[in-house]
């Protein structure tokens, strides 16, 4: 958009500068209590989720008006979710799970209006999201088990030699979850956002020729959407497996969405052999 | 849970980004100014996190409070609620159908009764018919049989009578051509006597 304006000189795109955080009240710097474009669309976020689940559920309707079905559907859903992969023992985490979910698909969602701003695409944002829930889940875990939670970190089932690397690369891979876990969501974000942006930039310069970057514009967007919904449910997803890993140590049947169980497959073969 | 462990997490970050907050305070406007030019991603600028992790963190207690407290509690006791009032429904559909089915078997047995019952009149009926046909029968046959007894009283009656009268007859004939044939020899007395010894 800004590139139309300066369009005379080429392409003049700077896919970046949507996610540059701004004060929207004078001119100066981002101090803490800066009310800034970020804090505008968390606040927009908000109000859509609290339009969305207690607005439109004011009725308390046995029979659900369409904004009610939907606010139900998005609860049965993360209900859904959390008990699949977590077990009923997540039940007392289900509003928190629920509530990251909820904010980072509308957070997702809303970026999605053109001139607005992606929360979610701001490392500042995902990196202490993923840190809540890396903090959150290794206290649940030692206040659920004590000490014994550190046998998430020793594979019983490998031949004893090889448990001391297991255990480093299982601490690793645990040290190295809030990092994936916020890289990814941000990652994405910010990818297709930046995308739009250059088709954008260069749809200005083009004339008759937009044509070709617009139809591109509708293709990403329409991907765009899908990586919203897709994050915020992968966030979310790998968020029940961690929390899982906590209460259930292994024993519940985990969805090993994550890389680090791909580990042991080539151990297994090893392991019957020494039996 | 979070919200906890949260702030001191973010404590960590603040406290070091809030110092460079404050000395890059200079720097941001002349940054300001090029902001048309950004090369590098905005995200990395340190300055602008303590700002965003704060208000990050107060929009997530807001909606935490406002899920767990409002949202969530309503839709799950709705959800609840219209899950009862469908069992409830179900319920209910199936008392309806066993009182339908009762109503059914109590609507057979009415009509196996009735059925037996009419049986029973049609049967009682027939056998009160046949008690009064047998009846009116025994009574005609009785009547037929004292007519038959009477006529044969009467038949014999008159028989005897005619008998006699013949006796008389003949005796009276024969003395009447015996008085022909031989006039004034006749006794009467030997006539009848004769007669009557011939008619034995």
Redesign the interface.
Known sequence: M?AGAEGEGGFAI?P??Q????PLFG????????V?N??LW??I??AV??LL??AG?RG???V?SRV?SM??LL??FVRKMVTDVAGEKAAP????I???F??ILFANLLALIPYSYTVT?????TV??A???F??VT??GFMKHGTHFLSLFWPTDAPVALRPVLCIIELISYFVRPVSHSIRL?ANL?AGHAVLKVFAGFAGPLGIGAVLPIAMMVGVFGLEVLVAVIQAYVFAILTCVYLNDALNLHGHSAHDEDEHHSDYIGVHPDSHAAH | ??SE??P???GV??GAA?GA?TA??GA??AA?GA???????????F??????????????V???F???R???P??????E??HD?IESDLDRAADYTRQAEEAEAAYELALQEARSKAQEIAAETRAEIQKKVDAAMAEAESRISERTAVSEARIAEIRDEAAASVEAVAADTAAALVEQMLPGSADDAEVRAAVAARLG
């Open positions: 800004a700077h970046m500068d996610f540059i955080v701004k001119d100066g710097g981002v101090g803490l209590f800066t800034s970020a804090t968390m606040a976020t908000v989720v609290s689940l207690i559920t308390r309707a046995l659900p009610q606010a139900e609860y049965g985490y289900f509003p928190y629920f509530t990251l909820v904010f695409a701001q490392f500042a944002v202490p999201l840190l809540a829930v903090i959150s206290v649940i941000g910010m | 849970m979070a462990t949260e001191t997490g973010e970050v603040e809030h907050d890059a305070h941001d406007t300001h902001e048309h030019g950004a090369t590098g991603m905005p995200q990395l600028d300055e602008t996190w303590p700002s965003q992790i704060f208000w990050l963190v107060i929009a997530l807001v909606l935490y406002l899920m767990s409002i949202a969530l309503r839709i799950g006791s709705v959800i609620e219209r009032a």
